[in-house]
């Protein structure tokens, strides 16, 4: 089975920031990575597809990059709605979802 | 637009059944591009694939939890459940239902997710 894994599993930053959130797949799954973002008592939401895609409707301060087995999100210029909690997932098997264990971003 | 809603009880004893059901509104559940899917998320913790079925009654299911998961489709009332058998605390979660594309596992789609509490 694949295993994701993100790094840091927290950080603290403020508005404006730059902020890049690691995620490591334990073997090759091309570009086959979503991102999701979620607030307390909400679903997720798809930010990033494919690795670098940008879902329709979501911010272009989001960006993903990254293959193989290292990908990372990046928040271009942290606002104050992106605080919450983010989410890789691998999408290289199409029987089976494994997501990251999360970073969240809170503020500082 | 298409909207899921779990419903099913909130409480559960341990060793029962836990039975969630998610109704579709805003589309068809017979689509032939679409999978259905259970995910969880214990309090304060991870997202975790359960299982997903297509509207023709196929299934897959997460190994780690296959032997005590089965997901089913009642066309005729736009609905899919879920039934989580011989259930512990850890089961405690909020379980979300969800669509995702055909051989894609991707979720665009989710419900807004239901807490299931597994206690006596």
């Known amino acids: 089975d694949i295993q994701m894994t993100q790094s840091p599993s927290s950080l603290s930053a403020s508005v404006g920031d730059r902020v890049t959130i690691t995620c490591r797949a334990s073997?090759?799954?091309?570009?086959?990575l979503n991102w999701y973002q979620q607030k307390p008592g909400k679903a997720p939401k798809l930010l990033i597809y494919a690795a670098s895609s940008l879902q329709s409707g979501v911010p272009s301060r989001f960006s993903g990059s990254g293959s193989g087995t290292d990908f990372t999100l990046t928040i271009s210029s942290l606002q104050p709605e992106d605080f919450a909690t983010y989410y890789c997932q691998q999408s290289y098997s199409t029987l089976l979802f494994t997501f990251g264990p999360g970073t969240k971003v809170d503020i500082k | 637009q298409l909207q899921l809603q779990e419903s099913g009880p909130g409480l559960v004893k341990p060793s029962e059944t836990l039975s969630l059901t998610c109704t579709v509104s805003g589309g068809s559940i017979s689509s032939s591009s679409y999978y259905w899917g259970w995910i969880r998320q214990p309090p304060g913790k991870g997202l975790e694939w359960i299982g997903s079925i297509y509207y023709s009654g196929s299934t897959y299911y997460n190994p780690s939890l296959k032997s005590r998961v089965t997901i089913s489709v009642d066309t005729s009332k736009n609905q899919f459940s879920l039934k989580l058998s011989s259930v512990t605390a850890a089961d405690t979660a909020v379980y979300y239902c969800?669509?995702?594309?055909?051989?894609?596992?991707?979720?665009?789609?989710w419900g807004q997710g239901t807490l299931v509490t597994v206690s006596s």
């Open positions: 073997q090759s799954i091309s570009s086959y």
């Open positions: 969800a669509r995702h594309p055909r051989g894609v596992t991707t979720i665009l789609v």
